[in-house]
């Protein structure tokens, strides 16, 4: 989960001040299963003529609505609700730039960002490896570290592959339906790969 889904000037929060303010519940049921539907509708119209009765219980009112939403979308998520954490939160600066990207419909910069990080990780990662291949001279415990190294920069470099395939969501809904296809079509990948791999022409496929 985005790590300001739970603040006030976060998505979840956005969205259901958006509910209250055209009295349309939908953009807040967005951000929660199917099965907290009814206990946000029943929130959202029990706030509603009370943000009429003055500015402090219109605060009230709608800090309600806020935690209700965001609660249910965390437990959603699988995560617990602690409260709701006040908006400026320093989220680091990739939440930002995936923000400008969802705006603009444009990953350029993004994807310029993102790249630069993991060229310099791999680029350190490798060098770090190197180092300990030059200091090896036969004992145990150099060429101990060195395999530590060299499994943990293929382990991580396999890892990030994972996660660059991997549908963050997935768990429920549409979420599900986009993972099936998309496991459906790393398999047919796989699948074309082997019909296509040397002394395996004849093969049957899986």
């Known amino acids: 989960m985005p790590p300001h889904c739970d603040s006030l000037d976060g998505p979840v929060v956005r ?7 055209t009295g349309e519940v939908t953009p807040a049921l967005a951000y929660v299963p199917a099965s907290a539907e009814d ?9 509603l003529p009370v ?29 617990a609700f602690t409260g709701l954490q006040p908006a400026g939160l320093d989220v680091g600066p ?4 995936t923000e400008e990207a969802i705006e603009s419909g444009s990953a350029e910069d993004l994807t ?10 791999l680029h ?18 150099r060429e101990r ?3 530590e190294a060299m499994l943990g920069f293929q382990t991580y470099s396999q890892t ?24 459906d079509r790393h398999q047919d990948r796989h699948h074309d790969e082997a019909k296509e791999a040397p002394g395996h022409e004849h093969d049957p496929v899986p």
């Open 124 to 141: 350190r990662r490798l060098a770090t490896l190197g180092e300990l291949g030059d200091a090896r001279n036969g004992s145990v415990e």
């Open 145 to 147: 570290e060195w395999v």
């Open 39 to 47: 206990e946000v509708r029943a929130t959202f119209e029990a706030v």
């Open 51 to 79: 943000r009429a009765l003055g500015h402090g219980a219109r605060l009230v009112a709608e800090r309600l609505f806020f935690e209700t939403v965001v609660r249910l979308h965390r437990e959603g998520e699988g995560a």
């Open 112 to 121: 310029t960002f993102l790249g630069a990080v993991l060229t310099d990780e």
């Open 94 to 97: 990739v939440i930002p730039l």
């Open 160 to 183: 990030l592959f994972e996660t660059l395939e991997s549908q963050p969501h997935a768990g429920g809904g549409h979420h599900d339906r986009h993972q099936n296809r998309h496991q």
């Open 15 to 21: 969205a259901a001040r958006h509910a209250l303010e």
